[in-house]
């Protein structure tokens, strides 16, 4: 009787470790997926962060291009026409479905700054990460007919 009922304890101690294991790695995995997941939404959101920094300074330089030709014909130096630079940026941006969010002159005209804001929706965590990124861009107005002058 003795043999009978220890075998029958040890049969119970074994049963209960069972499933154990499954357990442990359903939720090791359940981890790794996050992990996964934010790996690839945190990579996507600094991809849409960098092409928005290159927008930016790329409509910075199309905007730097728009002399005012009038300040140039007077012989008042150069500078840009502030209209002009937001029509070229805007038109540049909205090549990309963007838009200048704002744009700033320095006090001489030559300096200008462009940030541009773009949406970025998660790959792979939905709502969770949804943020707007923002990137900024500059240019300086340079001229000169055989080496670049500032002034």
Same mark, same amino acid.
């Given at each position: ?18 499933? @154990?294991?499954?357990?442990?790695? @359903?939720?090791?995995? @359940? ?95 939905? @709502? ?24």
């Amino acid at each position: 009787m003795r043999v009978v009922s220890r075998l029958r304890r040890r049969a119970r101690a074994r049963r209960s470790d069972r499933g @154990a294991v499954a357990l442990f790695v @359903a939720i090791c995995a @359940a981890y790794v997926v996050l992990v996964i997941a934010l790996v690839i939404d945190a990579g996507g959101r600094l991809r849409v962060a960098e092409r928005t920094d290159a927008y930016a300074q790329e409509a910075a330089r199309v905007g730097g291009q728009q002399l005012d030709q009038a300040a140039v014909l007077r012989g008042a130096g150069f500078r840009v026409e502030e209209k002009y630079v937001r029509d070229a940026a805007d038109a540049y941006l909205g090549l990309y479905g963007l838009k200048a969010g704002d744009i700033e002159f320095s006090g001489d005209g030559k300096v200008v700054t462009v940030t541009v804001q773009a949406d970025y929706r998660p790959v792979l965590l939905g @709502a969770l990460g949804e943020r707007k990124v923002t990137g900024k861009g500059s240019a300086t107005l340079v001229h000169g007919v055989e080496k670049a002058e500032t002034d």
